[in-house]
T-cell receptor, first 113, second 113 residues
Framework: DAGVIQSPRHEVTEMGQEVTLRCKPISGHDYLFWYRQTMMRGLELLIYFNNNVPIDDSGMPEDRFSAKMPNASFSTLKIQPSEPRDSAVYFC???????????FGPGTRLTVL | DAKTTQPPSMDCAEGRAANLPCNHSTISGNEYVYWYRQIHSQGPQYIIHGLKNNETNEMASLIITEDRKSSTLILPHATLRDTAVYYCIVASLPLSNDYKLSFGAGTTVTVRA
């Protein structure tokens, strides 16, 4: 099992551009989470899905952020338009398996200039 | 808002046991204690979790007090590769819609040779 796969691993973009982060979770895990991490705010939960259905998006900072999970093997987090304060590492996480653990992907480091 | 309190940092000698404390005085009956760690530039990694009994796996041991208001993560023989930020988290089972992990600031553990 390759674990959670995220792409791209690094993204540098200019303010105002649309950014799409992608995630391929681990099969068999019913939950998918998106977190972001910054030095100032630490790890923050943005949104999570259960069986492809969004359950809690209260952590999504603004309407500029949106997330989708069209099927069990793919999810996206989109920021439109992006701003410098969105610069962070974004983690996709698979969870809810039998052992109740969460498996973090390697993260996407986003830099918005 | 994290429901746990951890010391911000601690040092440990290589080869010795590292005992990481965590206070969670407001833990409710259906909440588990989870421990994760994050090595620099990587995503958080699951270590162990428990409800009220002590738990042990190949990575660590988890000791939970009888009143469940605090716990200790024990790394039996710390190595330099154990240098990381360790997060203590309380969260409920995935069967409820409240299944999400809220990361606090954690404890930065530095293992010294």
């Amino acid at each position: 099992d390759a674990g959670v796969i995220q792409s791209p691993r690094h993204e540098v973009t200019e303010m105002g551009q649309e950014v799409t982060l992608r995630c391929k979770p681990i099969s068999g895990h019913d939950y998918l989470f998106w977190y972001r991490q910054t030095m100032m705010r630490g790890l923050e939960l943005l949104i999570y899905f259960n069986n492809n259905v969004p359950i809690d998006d209260s952590g999504m900072p603004e309407d500029r952020f949106s997330a989708k999970m069209p099927n069990a093997s793919f999810s996206t987090l989109k920021i439109q338009p992006s701003e410098p304060r969105d610069s962070a590492v974004y983690f996709c996480v698979a969870g809810g398996g039998f052992m109740d653990t969460q498996y973090f992907g390697p993260g996407t480091r986003l830099t918005v200039l | 808002d994290a429901k746990t309190t951890q010391p911000p940092s601690m040092d440990c000698a290589e080869g010795r046991a590292a005992n990481l404390p965590c206070n969670h005085s407001t833990i409710s009956g259906n909440e588990y204690v989870y421990w994760y760690r994050q090595i620099h530039s990587q995503g958080p990694q699951y270590i162990i979790h428990g409800l009220k009994n002590n738990e042990t796996n190949e990575m660590a041991s988890l000791i939970i007090t009888e009143d469940r208001k605090s716990s200790t993560l024990i790394l039996p023989h710390a190595t330099l590769r154990d240098t990381a930020v360790y997060y203590c988290i309380v969260a409920s089972l995935p069967l409820s819609n409240d299944y999400k992990l809220s990361f606090g600031a954690g404890t930065t553990v530095t293992v010294r040779a």
